[in-house]
């Protein structure tokens, strides 16, 4: 396997656990849940993912052809809570990472050293695959941080639970 080819499959993996970081909080949630607002300037999880299927469907379609930022994309608009059920949330959720993996699954090897534009701004596809990886890693970590606020006590958590460090790490070992 190349280097670019190596970097591919290590994308993919990447949104792939980002994605399922959602997919776990959401299942904790309720559908009030999604449309809580922790403050006044804050934004919900639903206004979350509304940005950022937004994003992905602006980022991801013609992603070789196409400026990242399409000319049908309102960007604030997805500031505005325009979905109304755990359903709307969830589609719109699975409908921009089913975009972006599609796109991710079908590029070459040789892609990733090609020039697209974002903002009419040139970017290298690696570069543009890493600025999303940030990107909807730090909406992804505002998802689960809401979660985790919202559940409390009742959180379960999705990686080594607070004050079982030791515990993971021995039974880690265990498996060598």
Same mark, same amino acid.
């Given at each position: 396997?190349?280097?670019?080819?190596a970097?591919?499959q290590?994308?993919?993996?990447?949104f792939?656990?980002?994605?399922?970081?959602?997919?776990?909080t959401?299942?904790?949630?309720?559908?009030k849940?999604?449309?809580?607002?922790?403050?006044?300037?804050?934004?919900?999880?639903?206004?979350?993912?509304?940005?950022?299927s937004?994003?992905?469907?602006?980022?991801?379609t013609?992603f070789?052809?196409?400026?990242?930022?399409?000319?049908?994309?309102?960007?604030?608009? +997805?500031f505005?809570n325009? %979905? /109304?059920?755990?359903?709307?949330?969830l589609n719109a959720? @699975?409908k921009?990472w089913?975009?972006?993996?599609?796109?991710?699954?079908?590029?070459?090897?040789?892609?990733?050293?090609?020039?697209?534009?974002?903002?009419?701004?040139?970017?290298?596809?690696?570069?543009?695959?890493?600025r999303q990886i940030?990107?909807?890693?730090?909406?992804?970590?505002?998802i689960v941080?809401?979660?985790?606020?919202?559940?409390? +006590?009742?959180w379960?958590? %999705? /990686?080594?639970?607070?004050n079982?460090?030791k515990?993971? @790490?021995?039974?880690?070992n265990?498996?060598?």
């Amino acid at each position: 396997m190349n280097t670019e080819e190596a970097f591919l499959q290590s994308s993919i993996k990447k949104f792939k656990a980002q994605k399922s970081l959602g997919d776990k909080t959401f299942a904790q949630l309720d559908e009030k849940d999604l449309f809580f607002k922790p403050s006044a300037e804050s934004n919900s999880i639903a206004v979350i993912v509304q940005h950022v299927s937004g994003n992905m469907l602006s980022r991801w379609t013609n992603f070789l052809t196409e400026d990242g930022e399409k000319p049908w994309r309102e960007r604030d608009a +997805e500031f505005e809570n325009n %979905l /109304s059920t755990k359903e709307d949330v969830l589609n719109a959720w @699975n409908k921009g990472w089913a975009c972006v993996l599609a796109t991710l699954e079908n590029l070459k090897p040789e892609d990733v050293i090609k020039t697209i534009t974002i903002r009419n701004e040139p970017h290298l596809v690696v570069d543009a695959i890493i600025r999303q990886i940030d990107h909807y890693g730090s909406h992804v970590g505002q998802i689960v941080y809401i979660g985790k606020l919202i559940k409390n +006590e009742n959180w379960q958590s %999705l /990686s080594i639970a607070k004050n079982k460090s030791k515990a993971f @790490n021995d039974a880690m070992n265990h498996k060598i």
